[in-house]
């Protein structure tokens, strides 16, 4: 496999690319304008807690044994907490859309674009389309791992520093119950501000010019350039060949 969402752990020859979505642009989104919703998640369940993810598909022998990345489902966790937070406060939402509904995604998206956080953890896969889509429209995205094992399952992390975007929480203060939406509330406006403006500067980067990324360039690229980039370097470096 030469281009895909994600890669086997130390795969050297794979380039990963952005998710495709049904959003348009990215524009019009403000760093400084206050947003309703303050913490939102989109997802379902999982009932085993390996995500059982591309990096190790390719491996059925291995999967539910030995994790390569070393993923942890948080998911049943998260969603007890934000279902519980959901009841107590307006602001906080919780949404389980069919995959093949477009209307309730497209409902998703203006959701989304009204929400300050959104949460991140693994879904079928190690990275799931959510992660681009909170940075195309401007929510922060909230994830609970930051290690190289899943950098290198991110598009384009050799050019965007992830941590300029996101708010990370590590795994173990969600297993150890911590409730996230009450860490969410303690993050101060001018942090929330840096991210929003990081993520103003990277959103075209997940835009393909089917999906209002036209007229990339070499100071704003799309998701179309800046994957055609990171194949020439490795043909450059001969790291495919």
């Not at 993810?53 to 491996?59: E, M, Q, T």
């Not at 303690?186 to 393909?208: N, P, Q, W």
Request: hydrophobic fraction near 40%; include cysteine; charged fraction near 25%.
């Amino acid at each position: 496999r030469l281009v895909g969402w994600e890669k086997h752990p130390g795969d050297k020859k794979s380039i990963v690319y952005p998710y495709m979505s049904l959003l348009l642009s990215a524009e019009g989104i403000s760093a400084t304008v206050e947003r309703p919703i303050k913490v939102y998640f989109v997802g379902s369940g999982r009932k085993k807690k390996c995500a059982e993810c591309g990096p190790c598909y390719i491996y059925p022998d291995i999967s539910g044994k030995v994790c390569l990345p070393g993923c942890y489902n948080l998911r049943s966790e998260l969603i007890a907490m934000v279902n519980m937070e959901s009841k107590l406060s307006d602001d906080v939402i919780m949404k389980n859309i069919p995959w093949n509904n477009r209307a309730g995604f497209v409902k998703i998206l203006a959701e989304i674009a009204s929400a300050t956080f959104c949460l991140q953890p693994p879904g079928d896969t190690l990275t799931r389309k959510s992660f681009y889509d909170s940075i195309r429209l401007g929510c922060i995205p909230v994830v609970f791992r930051e290690d190289d094992l899943f950098l290198e399952q991110l598009a384009f992390s050799k050019v965007i520093d992830y941590h300029d975007i996101w708010i990370y929480i590590p795994e173990d203060v969600i297993r150890n119950g911590t409730n996230v939406v009450e860490i969410l509330r303690k993050v101060d406006e001018a942090t929330i501000v840096r991210k929003r403006e990081a993520m103003l500067r990277y959103s075209k980067h997940f835009l393909f010019p089917s999906t209002g990324g036209m007229n990339a360039s070499v100071d704003e690229p799309n998701s179309l350039s800046l994957t055609l980039q990171d194949l020439y370097s490795s043909v450059r470096a001969k790291t495919i060949l």
